[in-house]
């Protein structure tokens, strides 16, 4: 049974932080891509990070470059996004994506709420 579970969402202030995990299970975590989305009220969802493996250099979006890190440890079946500078625009909900590199196998979790506000 494929799983995604997200943790670590939570109601934080402006220029706050936030560590978000995403613990997979049912697949062979690393040979697949793993990605954080993010969908807001009234919002289309929307890509904020992507980390293919293990050795690969991370995307982001423009929105969260130098403020989001997103890694990844295999070992653990865990994928992280760590928020800094958080602001009122980056509340959403936040899910985990995995795809696998090659084929077509893809897992969405069930996301975690992020709310930044004073």
């Known amino acids: 049974q494929v799983q995604l579970v997200e943790s670590g969402g939570g109601l934080v202030q402006p220029g706050g932080s936030l560590k978000l995990s995403c613990l997979a299970s049912?697949?062979?975590?690393?040979?697949?891509?793993m990605s954080w989305y993010r969908q807001a009220p009234g919002k289309e969802r929307e890509l904020v990070a992507t980390?293919?493996?293990?050795?690969?250099?991370?995307n982001y979006a423009d929105s969260v470059k130098g403020r989001f890190t997103t890694s990844r440890d295999n070992a653990k079946n865990t994928v992280y996004l760590q928020m800094n500078s958080l602001k009122l625009e980056d509340t959403a909900v936040y899910y985990c994506?995995?795809?696998?590199?090659?084929?077509?196998?893809?897992?969405w979790g069930q996301g975690t709420q992020v709310t930044v506000s004073s």
């Open positions: 994506f995995a795809r696998r590199r090659v084929g077509f196998n893809a897992y």
């Open positions: 049912g697949f062979t975590f690393s040979i697949y891509a």
């Open positions: 980390i293919a493996s293990a050795e690969a250099v991370p």
